[in-house]
């Protein structure tokens, strides 16, 4: 047996043992809290200035990761492939790990392509021949929409296949500790959460970030998406307090997503003026450590200079 499915096998169990971990939020005290948090915000700081130096020759294996399905995965995979790529110059492919049920190729209008990672993972094809350039710009590896497909896929096979691409690779993993969720952390380095502001989608976050902990995976952080701010919702500091993890970025409900997502195109291309757009912006720039805001159009200066002289 080959050191890679035993370096897997031994995951695996570490996994398996973590699902067995009573879950104690409660007894986390608020000092252990706030010692954990500001411990991993200046990690994160400290890792985003070395990834900094280091972006150009050692490419990134990000993970877009939730407990509960629906939650913005996809959505933000693609978004944030699109800005990442064209705005802050970081060549990136997105990755559709979620083979049962993949809507990423869907999402951008890709329903026949030639190379899948079904094929790659089969040993069919090498991975950078199933990366599939959008004419947005978006590179994507996706999944086949064929049941056929699925039949002697590895999974586990996902972290040696891309080590193989020279880019950097944003994987948009499948919801929970299934399969494929847990090949997805595996073959990420870093893992960014992604949850909607109520309780079962943050209990599930706390699951996934015990089983990244135990593979030694960077945590980014979260983001909560769909925010309408309305009471029911749980704050930022709740989620932070259930999760032990930093809430990086706040995505509000925007109809204009699901525009986007009709005319299968990344929302910053369809509409560079939704709402949403500079908290895409904003998390983009906290990914790769330097911050690039969205042009403002002319009408949209001109409002602003009205508003201050009013
Ligand atoms: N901020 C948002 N505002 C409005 N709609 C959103 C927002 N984020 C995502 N959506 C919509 O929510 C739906 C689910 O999103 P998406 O497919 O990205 O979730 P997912 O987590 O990838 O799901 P799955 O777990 O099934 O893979 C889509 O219709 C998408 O357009
Ligand atoms: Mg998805």
Do not use: W
Request: glycine share 4%.
């Amino acid at each position: 047996m080959s050191i890679l499915k035993n370096f897997y096998r031994k995951n695996k169990a570490k996994v398996e043992s973590v699902s067995k971990t009573k879950c104690k939020i409660d007894n986390i005290s608020k000092y252990n809290l706030h010692r954990k948090k500001t411990k991993m915000l200046k990690q994160n700081s400290d890792d985003e200035t070395s990834v900094k130096k280091e972006f150009k020759s050692e490419p990134r294996k990000i993970a877009i990761v939730s407990g509960k399905g629906g939650i913005g995965k996809t959505t933000l995979a693609i978004n944030l492939g699109y800005l990442l790529n064209k705005e802050f110059k970081m060549d990136n492919v997105v990755v559709d790990c979620n083979m049962t049920t993949p809507h990423l190729g869907v999402n951008l209008g890709l329903y026949n392509v030639d190379i899948t990672l079904n094929h790659i993972l089969k040993d069919e094809s090498r991975a950078e021949e199933g990366i599939f350039e959008h004419n947005t710009g978006v590179k994507v590896i996706p999944s086949s929409l064929k049941l056929t497909d699925l039949s002697e896929v590895d999974m586990f096979k996902l972290p040696e296949k891309l080590d193989d691409l020279n880019i950097n690779v944003i994987l948009d993993s499948a919801p929970g500790l299934g399969r494929e969720g847990l090949a997805a952390i595996s073959a990420a380095d870093e893992i960014l959460f992604v949850t909607q502001p109520y309780t079962t989608a943050v209990v599930d976050l706390y699951r996934c970030r015990k089983v990244a902990e135990k593979l030694d995976k960077k945590i980014i952080g979260i983001v909560v998406n769909n925010r309408k701010n309305k009471n029911h919702e749980l704050t930022n500091d709740e989620i932070e307090k259930i999760t032990e993890i930093p809430v990086i970025s706040s995505i509000p409900y925007d109809m204009e997503i699901e525009r986007a997502l009709v005319k299968k195109l990344p929302l910053s291309f369809y509409n560079p003026k939704a709402k949403s757009n500079d908290a895409l912006y904003s998390l983009a720039s906290t990914i790769a450590g330097f911050e690039i805001k969205r042009k403002k159009t002319f009408f949209e200066n001109l409002l602003n200079s009205f508003r201050r002289t009013v």
